[in-house]
């Protein structure tokens, strides 16, 4: 991927978004870790410990997964892989119209 220039409160998804081969790519798939620190959520840069000259290895992770929402007031998440049903998602009083990743990819929306 080669260096970029970053600022220690860069989370995973600036560094996912702003590097090329990495934008358009779901955060998820891509798993950041300085040493052995996995840069999760919101946890910055500086948070890892990340200083000048620091290396961040990417790790791609090519697991394929999808949303739906349902009339049955429930959102699924699903693996593409093997067609299984990962989670459920309960809890809403009405219908549920849409189901979309978080732009980190963290959470459901």
């Known amino acids: ?36 620190v996995e840069l999760v959520g919101d946890m910055t840069l500086e948070e890892a410990g990340v200083g000048d000259s620091s290396q961040v290895q990417v ?16 959102g699924k998440l699903w693996s593409l892989d093997s067609g299984e049903c990962l989670r459920t998602f309960r809890g809403h009083s009405d ?10 990819a963290a959470r459901v929306l």
Do not use: H, K, Y
Request: hydrophobic content about 45%; charged content about 15%; some cysteine.
């Open 95 to 104: 219908l549920v119209l849409s189901a979309v990743f978080s732009p980190d």
């Open 59 to 74: 790790v791609l992770d090519p697991r394929m997964e999808v949303l739906t929402a349902s009339s049955d007031r429930t």
């Open 1 to 36: 991927l080669g260096p970029i220039e970053a600022q220690g409160s860069w989370t995973r998804w600036n560094i996912c978004s702003g590097v090329p081969v990495l934008a358009g790519t779901r955060a998820t798939w891509a798993r950041l870790f300085v040493g052995t």
